[in-house]
């Protein structure tokens, strides 16, 4: 498999070759475009000026044009019929046509550096062919003649060539060098998030990332161990939640097991009977009603397919739940106040929402003293509807507040099955609001606790 490192320096080296094609290309349009008719002018001009001098002194034209190829010029000279001379380096390639040298001899000038043909990956700047000249007339007393000229590249620009040349494969080299250096300062933090991957993987989340980087990496560690502490939470969570399970279905079998035991003996009177029989019928319920809130749970889980979105009077809900409740509010003499707008609309899962209502009502119910009060409350702000749920109790220790919302979770440490409650209520009726796209918040005092419930509008 190839790693990481490897791929980018892989990527590195097809950068820099891209970038220098891409530049070069773009610099050999741009001689075509614009420097190749400013060459070919300025050329001429300095074949003029050789011309000039060769037509006053045609006795010193050889040493004059062996001075100025020596400085740096190929030259050709040619009357059109056997005397053909060339001064300075040798041209690569003789390809000038026959027809030019008889336009040039005709008075014309030759522009070859200005009409040398645009080609991909060549510079006519160092294309050494006769062809790629400038040529003009020379008049040698009653002789014609037609010098052609062009710059002897290797001989003017020789040393810097060499000298770029050595900048350009030093600079890619060096660059190559110290990106793959600094890359190991990229890929180094990877490779330890691809290792804690692995021992998360294996159960491990015990990990400590390196996390003081302010750049992206930086944030991507912070953010790995963020995720590996929430999936130790929920690791932790769903065994409790297996612990809390099988202790919840082991109490009651076993209560179930023990008293049918004993109602199998034939001398056991007909009360005893009966009250066995009543709390093997109690333990069934219990079973019953937590194997309903189970499967409540686990259809929730599912999310927003499980709704059944309607909409419907709040204060017409919550009426109904309280007269369900009824006879508990007058054994304990409970005050219930509720003011709730008649005119207030919601947009949920009718059945699922009551759960919620009922559930925080029977909580108040059952947990606060005789004699106390229960208030509802109603309220739409911009976007919400927001229902407060208080009551006069004695209110939630703060170090369990945290939990009340955690399946299973019990205030009475005991996990007392006589209240026939399962530990699920409140974790259902969260779970209910979070799939309506609301939250739920619990604030507790000695002088009682206040749930809010907040609802989108429509």
């Known amino acids: 498999m190839r790693s990481l490192y490897f791929r980018v320096f892989i990527m590195t080296v097809a950068v820099i070759l891209a970038s220098s094609v891409l530049g070069f290309l773009i610099s ?59 001064y300075g380096s040798e041209f690569r390639k003789q390809d000038l046509d026959d027809q030019d040298k008889k336009s040039v001899l005709g008075g014309q000038v030759y522009h070859g550096v200005a009409q040398f043909p645009n080609k ?12 790629n000249t400038v040529g003009i007339p020379v008049q040698l007393g009653d002789r014609k003649y037609a ?14 060539r060499i000298f770029f040349a050595l900048i350009g494969v030093l600079t890619v080299v060096i660059s190559i060098i110290f990106f793959l250096i600094s890359t190991r300062y990229l890929v180094k933090p990877i490779t330890r998030l691809s290792d804690a991957t692995k021992q998360i993987a294996q159960g491990n989340y015990n990990l400590r990332l390196p996390s003081n980087r302010r750049d992206e990496v930086g944030q991507l560690a912070g953010h790995f161990m963020i995720m590996s502490r929430e999936l130790e939470r929920v690791d932790q969570s769903r065994q409790q ?25 034939p001398d056991l009177s007909q009360e005893h009977r009966e009250h066995y029989s009543s709390i093997i019928e109690e333990e069934s319920r219990h079973l019953s009603l937590l194997s309903k809130q189970l499967l409540l749970l686990s259809s929730l889980d599912r999310g927003h397919e499980a709704l059944a979105k309607a909409t419907f009077s ?5 009426r109904q739940a309280v007269q369900v409740l009824q006879w508990q509010l007058d054994d304990k003499e409970l005050l219930l106040k509720i003011s709730v707008p008649e005119s207030m609309q919601i947009h949920g899962d009718e059945v699922l929402l009551m759960q919620v209502w009922m559930n925080l009502l029977s909580n108040a119910v059952n947990h606060i003293p005789e004699g106390r009060t229960i208030e509802i409350r109603a309220e739409q702000s911009n976007a919400h509807n927001v229902i407060y749920v ?11 507040l945290p939990f009340i919302f955690d ?25 209910i609001v979070q799939i309506h796209g609301g939250r739920i918040d619990a604030v507790s005092s000695s002088e009682g606790t206040l749930f809010t419930v907040s609802l989108p509008h429509l």
């Open 28 to 86: 050999n349009t741009y001689y075509h475009v614009k420097l190749k008719p400013f060459n070919d002018e300025k050329l001429v001009g300095i074949a003029e000026q050789m011309k000039q001098y060769v037509e006053k002194a045609p006795d010193s034209m050889d040493d004059y044009l062996q001075n100025a190829a020596a400085l740096g010029y190929e030259i050709y000279l040619t009357d059109g019929q056997e005397d053909d001379r060339f």
């Open 120 to 131: 991909l990956f060549i510079s006519g700047f160092f294309d050494n062919r006769l062809s």
């Open 147 to 160: 010098l052609f000229m062009r710059p002897d590249v290797i001989l003017q620009f020789g040393e810097l």
């Open 241 to 265: 939640f297996v612990s809390n399970v099988s202790h919840e279905i082991q109490s009651p079998l076993t209560s179930i097991q023990g008293f049918a035991k004993v109602l199998a003996e």
């Open 314 to 318: 709040l204060r017409s809900q919550i």
């Open 390 to 400: 208080r009551d006069t109790g004695n209110g939630i220790p703060p170090e369990h």
């Open 407 to 431: 399946r299973f979770y019990r205030v009475d440490a005991a996990r007392k099955h006589s209240s026939g409650r399962t530990g699920l209520g409140l974790a259902i009726v969260k779970k």
